[in-house]
């Protein structure tokens, strides 16, 4: 499979902001649902935003009023844009595929986001 390249994690202090792209160099991604994950140690990987292929997104409770999912299908890239970061944002980000509503094994590398003071 191609891999996913993310990119765009690192440390801020609480209240800073992220934005985390995730690309394919594949021909066809239009057509995919792309979600973006996180996960803390210890703990499973929860569903943080989704941006799915009839261009509906979902984003997480927790999330919401801080967090913009959005895609470019030119660009074959899904960005996660985080602002007002808190240090329980803490984590692994990965990014996901998925078709038709349901998600696919197929996972990008991970990018580490740090919020501490």
């Known amino acids: 499979q191609v891999p996913l390249a993310e990119s765009g994690g690192g440390s801020v202090q609480p209240g800073g902001s992220l934005r985390l792209s995730c690309v394919l160099d594949?021909?066809?991604?239009?057509?995919?649902?792309w979600g973006w994950y996180r996960q803390t140690p210890g703990k499973q990987r929860d569903l943080v935003a989704a941006t799915f292929h009839d261009d509906t997104t979902f984003v997480a409770d927790f999330a919401k009023g801080r967090f913009t999912i959005s895609r470019d299908n030119r660009k074959n890239t899904v960005v996660l844009q985080m602002n007002g970061l808190r240090p329980e944002d803490t984590g692994m980000y990965y990014c996901?595929?998925?078709?038709?509503?349901?998600?696919?094994?197929?996972w990008g590398q991970g990018t580490q986001v740090t919020v501490s003071s």
């Open positions: 996901r595929r998925g078709r038709d509503f349901r998600w696919d094994d197929y």
């Open positions: 594949a021909a066809i991604f239009s057509i995919y649902d």
